[in-house]
């Protein structure tokens, strides 16, 4: 007798990650992803516009359907949506050390960056100007539009999906939140459930590399017991080394919305404290602005400045590790869950729906703060267009791109 169509399969899971035989090694993982975070500028929704045009178009790492799932799963989660979408992807590539490889890579470049501006070295972004910046703002434009075309096509093939789309992108420019952001990607699954039900089912591959559900668990029940242990060892201490951990941990696990909301929180955890003058805390904020890669690097300034041991390197090195850690271990512990419930029939009519409320949310996006922050006038819509038009028709790789649209904004600058 066949099984029902909406049943799980029970054939048994190994409890340990046992990736399949693969073109990728740890090494190329680690560079492909320093690459990018070398060149990711424009924030978490531009970066989600890299990885996209990286796995699912370049290398063809997981189709489009999938990179949308998962893109939707970490944005419904707290913590760096994209370092979480890059460190599923390492995962699925070459395991855990896969996840390891993909979260240094794309992090080390801005950690790095900004490091070397708290201990003083970067002395010459002055004259530099801030037409490269503008530039890179700029490029970020186009990067993003890219994803929004191909992702719109395929995600909201249909009239039904793409009003839904627009409708999302309405409501996210309305209610500019986490809480907005959670309520309409649960709108999406809802509206797909009810309304997407006789849709072609979206087709699922499995990532070459799987946890189980047992290895999930542990994962899960260690971010939540150090969300309960760490207080308790920060005030029976009272050890600054491990309060400082505590803290951003805490503010790890519990941010949603991304980057630019985490700035804010911990600047209320930090200066307060005495941690980081507000000066110091402020100077960094606009230094986080100017580097690629996730925003949550702006932790390892403040380690590095901070007014209490650990500090330096060693301090830098902790409170990166301590921000991050909370979205490592929920990729693993959520991903195993994730994969189960993604097999029913009826959640795929939900992913549909789920999918069509990303896509509005990129397109929320686009308009702000990507288009707002960066077009500005006549120039500017130029060189966006003309990124745009390398990108999509001349087939120019996107850090070329880059590099050509920091000369171009440090050249408009000038004149």
Known sequence: MSAPKNSISQAPQPDILKPIPMRSSLLSVFWIFLRLGSTSFGGPIAHLGYFRDEFVHRRKWLTEHA???????????????????????GLGRC??????????????????????????????????GAGWLHGLKVVAVAIVAQALLAMGRTLCPDRVRATFAVVAAIIAITFPSALGQMAIILSGGIFGRFLLQ????????????????????????????????????????????????????RVGAMVFGGGHVVLPLLQAEVVPHGWVSNDAFLAGYGAAQAVPGP???????????????????????????????????????VLPFWECLRRYTDMQSVMQGINASVVGLLLAAFYNPVWTSAIHGGSDFILAATAFLLLVFWKVAPWIIVLLSAVVGTAIASL
């Not at 849709?199 to 668990?217: C, I, N």
């Not at 590095?304 to 929920?330: D, E, K, N, R, Y």
């Open 67 to 89: 990179y949308a799932d998962l893109v939707a799963l970490c944005q419904f989660l707290p913590g760096p949506a994209s370092s979480q979408v890059g460190i599923a992807l």
């Open 198 to 249: 006789k849709s072609d089912e979206v087709p699922h591959v499995l990532p070459p590399a799987r946890l189980s559900r047992f290895s999930g668990a542990v994962a899960l029940a260690l971010f939540f017991g150090l969300l309960v242990l760490l207080p308790l060892a920060s005030k029976l201490s009272r050890e600054p080394a491990i309060q400082q951990f505590e803290t951003f941990y």
């Open 295 to 333: 925003l949550f690097t702006f932790v390892s300034y403040l380690g590095a400045v901070s007014s209490v041991q650990p500090s330096g390197l060693i301090g830098a090195t902790s409170c990166l590790v301590a921000v991050f850690f909370p979205a490592f271990l929920l990729i693993v512990g």
């Open 95 to 128: 395991g855990v050390l896969g996840a390891v490889a993909a979260w240094l890579g794309f992090t080390l470049p801005s950690a790095v960056a900004l490091v070397l501006f708290a201990l003083g070295v970067a002395k010459f972004s002055d004259s530099l």
